[in-house]
C-alpha cells in the first residue's frame, strides 16, 4: 500500500472510525473506575490509565497485524469480525467495573479491563490496516484522544443518532470481507473473478445489517413485555 495514497487513506478512514465506534465504552470505563480514587488523584489516573491501555492496545494490534500474514488467519480473522460486527448491532452494554479507592488498583482495573475489552477492537483495527504497522500507529494517534476526552460527546451522538452504530458495524462488516476475499489461497480466485469478490462483499456486510435489524426486531417486544411487568 503506497504512502498517502486513496487506499491509504481510505484504510486510515476505517480505522479511526471502528476505534470511535468500539472504543466509546473504554473510555466510559476509564471514567468509572477512576471516580473512588481521591479528588486531587483522578486526573493522574485517567492519564496514566489511557497511556497504559494504549500501549498494551498498541503492542496487541501491532502483534495480530503480523500474525494475520500467517496463511488461513486472514479468514478465521474476517469471520469473528462479521460477529463481532453483528453482536455490536445487537448488544446493549453495561458498565460493571469494580473499582478501587487507591491509585494503583484503578490503575490496574483500567488496563486490564481494557485490554479485555478491546480485544474485538484490536483484531478490528488490524485487519483494516492490511499489514501495514504505520497506519496502525497513526490511527491510534488520531482517535485515542478523540475517545478519552470526547467520550461523553460520542456516546450522546450514538444514543441521539443509532444509525452511527450501523455506519461502525458495516465498515467492520467491510472490513471482515476484504480479509476473507484477500485470504492467499482464495485471493487468486477472486482476482479472477471480480464480481463474485464485490457479490460476496455486498452480501456480508447487507446480511450483517438485516440480520441485527432482525435480532434487534424481536427483542423490541420481549423487552415491552419485560419493561411492563
Given at each position: 500500500?503506497?504512502l498517502?495514497?486513496?487506499?491509504?487513506?481510505?484504510?486510515?478512514?476505517?480505522?479511526?472510525?471502528i476505534?470511535?465506534?468500539?472504543?466509546?465504552?473504554?473510555?466510559?470505563?476509564?471514567?468509572?473506575?477512576?471516580?473512588n480514587?481521591?479528588?486531587?488523584?483522578?486526573?493522574?489516573?485517567?492519564?496514566?490509565?489511557?497511556?497504559?491501555?494504549?500501549?498494551?492496545?498498541?503492542?496487541?494490534?501491532?502483534?495480530?497485524?503480523?500474525?494475520?500474514?500467517?496463511p488461513?488467519?486472514?479468514?478465521?480473522?474476517?469471520?469473528?469480525?462479521?460477529?463481532?460486527?453483528?453482536?455490536?448491532?445487537?448488544?446493549?452494554?453495561?458498565?460493571?467495573?469494580?473499582?478501587?479507592?487507591?491509585?494503583?488498583?484503578?490503575?490496574k482495573?483500567?488496563?486490564?479491563?481494557?485490554?479485555?475489552?478491546g480485544?474485538?477492537n484490536v483484531?478490528?483495527?488490524?485487519?483494516?490496516?492490511?499489514?501495514?504497522?504505520?497506519?496502525?500507529?497513526?490511527?491510534?494517534?488520531?482517535?485515542?484522544?478523540?475517545?478519552?476526552?470526547?467520550?461523553?460527546?460520542?456516546?450522546?451522538?450514538?444514543?441521539?443518532?443509532?444509525?452511527?452504530?450501523?455506519?461502525?458495524?458495516?465498515?467492520?462488516?467491510?472490513?471482515?470481507?476484504?480479509?476473507?476475499?484477500?485470504?492467499?489461497?482464495?485471493?487468486g480466485?477472486?482476482?479472477?473473478?471480480?464480481?463474485?469478490?464485490?457479490?460476496?462483499?455486498?452480501?456480508?456486510?447487507?446480511?450483517?445489517?438485516?440480520a441485527g435489524?432482525?435480532?434487534?426486531?424481536?427483542?423490541?417486544?420481549?423487552?415491552?413485555?419485560?419493561?411492563?411487568?
Amino acid at each position: 500500500m503506497e504512502l498517502f495514497s486513496p487506499e491509504f487513506f481510505s484504510a486510515l478512514l476505517s480505522i479511526v472510525i471502528i476505534d470511535l465506534v468500539l472504543a466509546g465504552d473504554n473510555a466510559i470505563l476509564i471514567g468509572l473506575a477512576a471516580r473512588n480514587v481521591p479528588k486531587h488523584q483522578q486526573k493522574k489516573v485517567i492519564i496514566w490509565g489511557t497511556f497504559g491501555a494504549i500501549f498494551i492496545r498498541a503492542i496487541a494490534t501491532l502483534a495480530v497485524v503480523w500474525l494475520l500474514k500467517i496463511p488461513g488467519l486472514l479468514l478465521v480473522g474476517g469471520v469473528l469480525l462479521l460477529w463481532i460486527a453483528y453482536k455490536l448491532l445487537i448488544d446493549k452494554k453495561e458498565h460493571n467495573v469494580d473499582t478501587g479507592n487507591s491509585f494503583w488498583s484503578a490503575m490496574k482495573t483500567i488496563i486490564v479491563a481494557d485490554a479485555l475489552m478491546g480485544l474485538d477492537n484490536v483484531l478490528a483495527v488490524a485487519g483494516a490496516a492490511h499489514g501495514s504497522f504505520l497506519l496502525v500507529i497513526i490511527g491510534l494517534l488520531i482517535s485515542i484522544p478523540i475517545v478519552v476526552w470526547g467520550s461523553t460527546l460520542i456516546i450522546k451522538w450514538i444514543e441521539r443518532f443509532p444509525v452511527i452504530v450501523t455506519i461502525g458495524a458495516a465498515v467492520i462488516a467491510f472490513t471482515a470481507a476484504k480479509m476473507i476475499v484477500e485470504e492467499k489461497f482464495l485471493k487468486g480466485f477472486f482476482e479472477e473473478n471480480p464480481l463474485l469478490k464485490w457479490g460476496l462483499t455486498i452480501i456480508l456486510v447487507a446480511g450483517v445489517i438485516f440480520a441485527g435489524y432482525l435480532k434487534k426486531k424481536k427483542a423490541s417486544p420481549v423487552e415491552a413485555k419485560e419493561e411492563a411487568s
